[in-house]
C-alpha cells in the first residue's frame, strides 16, 4: 500500500515539474523564432537559430535530469561508431513512449546536431509543441493521398518537391532528421493486432522513411538505426517514469549506410518500392535480433 501511495505522490509532484519544463523552453523557442522571423538577416538568423536549438537541449537535459531525480534509473548508452556534430543523420528509431523524443533530443546535445522531426501539418496546433517546432523550423509534412492524387494528378510529386525545398536551408547547417519507422507506438495490442513477424517490434512503414530520403537523401552522411527500449518497463514507460518506477533505459546505436539507392519515387516505381521494402525488412529484422539480445541481459 505504501508503496503505491508513494508511486501516486511522486507521479502528482513529477508530472507538473514536466509540463512546466516543457512549457518553459517551448515559450522561449516560440519567442525567439518571432524575433528570428521579423529580424530576415542571415547572420542573425544563424545566431537565433543557435540559441534556440541551446534551448530545445536545455529543454531535454533538464526532462532527463527530473527523470533520473524521481527514479533509481540506469541508463545505458550503447554507440557502435563514431558520431560528429559536423554530419547530418537519419535516425531510425523504435518508439515505444513520449520518454523517447525526451531522450533522443538529451542524447543528441553533445553528440550530434540538432535533431528535426518531419511532422504531420495538423501538429502545429498542439501547445508549445507545434508552434516550437514551426521556430526550430522543423518541416511540417503534407502528404496527398492517393484518392487525392486521382482527383487532382497535377499535384502528384508536389508534396516531396515542397518539402524539398523546405529542407533547402539544412545544406548549410549539419542536421539530425528522426523517423519512427513504425508510424505509432509500440503496445502488445497492436503487435498481435498487425500480426507482426518481428518479435520486439511493429512492422516497419516504408514510405515515411522513403519520403524523407526522397526529400534528402543526398545530404544524409549516415543512418543512425537507434534502439529505444525499457527492459523492466515494458508495458507502461512513460507512466512508470513520471510515477518513480523506472529502473533502466537501454539507448543502443548501431551507425549504418544508406541504401544503394537512397532516393527513388517510392509512390510511383513499383521496382524502387520493393528494392526499397526489401533494404527496410532487413534492416528490420537486424534490429529486432539486437534487441532481442540486449533483453537477454
Not at 185 to 204: A, F, G, I, V
Not at 207 to 221: C, V
Request: charged share 20%; net charge positive; glycine share 6%.
Amino acid at each position: 500500500m505504501m508503496k503505491v501511495l508513494t508511486s501516486l505522490l511522486t507521479f502528482f509532484i513529477h508530472t507538473p515539474l514536466q509540463v512546466v519544463n516543457l512549457a518553459f523552453w517551448g515559450c522561449l523557442i516560440i519567442f525567439f523564432g518571432l524575433i528570428k522571423l521579423a529580424l530576415p538577416f542571415p547572420y542573425i538568423q544563424k545566431l537565433l537559430a543557435s540559441l534556440m536549438h541551446s534551448f530545445l537541449f536545455g529543454f531535454g537535459s533538464v526532462s532527463v535530469s527530473l527523470v533520473r531525480l524521481f527514479n533509481e534509473v540506469d541508463v545505458q548508452v550503447d554507440i557502435h561508431g563514431d558520431l560528429s556534430k559536423q554530419n547530418w543523420y537519419l535516425i531510425m528509431a523504435n518508439h515505444l513512449s513520449y520518454l523517447d523524443i525526451i531522450l533522443l533530443i538529451e542524447f543528441a546535445a553533445k553528440r550530434i546536431p540538432a535533431p528535426k522531426f518531419f511532422l504531420k501539418k495538423e501538429l502545429i496546433w498542439m501547445p508549445f509543441v507545434g508552434l516550437g517546432a514551426w521556430a526550430l523550423e522543423m518541416p511540417f509534412m503534407r502528404r496527398y493521398s492517393q484518392t487525392y492524387l486521382q482527383k487532382y494528378p497535377h499535384k502528384k510529386g508536389q508534396d516531396i518537391e515542397t518539402t524539398k525545398r523546405y529542407c533547402h536551408k539544412f545544406k548549410t547547417m549539419p542536421t539530425t532528421v528522426i523517423n519512427f519507422v513504425e508510424g505509432t507506438r509500440y503496445t502488445d495490442s497492436k503487435h498481435k493486432l498487425k500480426q507482426s513477424c518481428y518479435q520486439h517490434l511493429l512492422p516497419p512503414k516504408a514510405g515515411g522513411i522513403a519520403f524523407t530520403l526522397a526529400t534528402m537523401g543526398d545530404l544524409f552522411t549516415n543512418i543512425l538505426d537507434i534502439s529505444l527500449l525499457y527492459p523492466d518497463n515494458k508495458r507502461h514507460p512513460m507512466y512508470a517514469m513520471l510515477s518513480g518506477q523506472m529502473k533502466r533505459i537501454v539507448i543502443d546505436v548501431n551507425i549504418i549506410p544508406l541504401p544503394e539507392k537512397a532516393s527513388g519515387d517510392y509512390f510511383s516505381d513499383e521496382s524502387y518500392r520493393q528494392q526499397f521494402q526489401g533494404w527496410l525488412n532487413e534492416c528490420w529484422a537486424a534490429k529486432d535480433a539486437r534487441i532481442a539480445k540486449i533483453m537477454e541481459h
